[in-house]
């Protein structure tokens, strides 16, 4: 069984994370301008609208140790890839308010299920004198994602169409979600085992 070096399942974690984190859930606050103003939503619709993420999170998060455990790192990380895509994709097409809630409702659902298929991952493939660097080097993608997410908003602030400006954010998020799911399917091709080191 050939397991990935410790500074590839961190880089890989760390894409998986600018994408769930970073651009699924985060880069959308920096989108609400326009796609108010677009969909003619009020404060309060709006307002709702931004809560669903953390709420959908939050119930990802009461289940995603489990997923992680019964259907394994790979298929729960695969999992959130799809929520993400699927939101993503939700919230560039949106024509209303209840499009575009389940769009986001459904990036909440991938930011809940990706750290914890991630953190099943590490203990089974990296060795734990690395866990603490692997970890901060997956959490900096936050910070990647939104370095992608806002010269996007910049360059297309100047856009009189909000839907243009969603699809490309849509497309450019969800392709790399599909593209990095693919690489990490490659990587975790065989099953993870409970543990690659013995229990201290």
Known sequence: MRFPSSTAFALLGAGL??????????????????????????????????????????????????????LGARN?????CVFGVVGLALISQSAGALSLGLGVFACGICTGLMMPALTAAMQALVLRS???????????????????????????SGAAVHGAGAAIHG??????????CGRYSIIASVPFPQSRFPAS
């Open 17 to 70: 994370i600018a994408i769930s984190f970073g651009l699924a859930r985060f880069a959308f606050g920096l989108f609400v301008p326009p796609i108010r103003a677009d969909l003619t939503l009020s404060p309060h619709v709006i307002g709702i609208i931004g809560a669903l993420p953390l709420i959908s999170f939050t119930l990802a998060s009461v289940v995603a140790s489990w997923c992680a455990d019964r």
């Open 76 to 80: 729960t990380a695969m999992a959130s």
């Open 130 to 156: 690395m866990h603490g660097r692997v970890s901060s080097v997956m959490n900096a993608g936050t910070s990647v994602g939104l370095m992608v997410a806002v010269p996007t908003v910049l360059f297309l």
């Open 171 to 180: 497309g450019v998020s969800g392709t790399g979600s599909g593209l990095v």
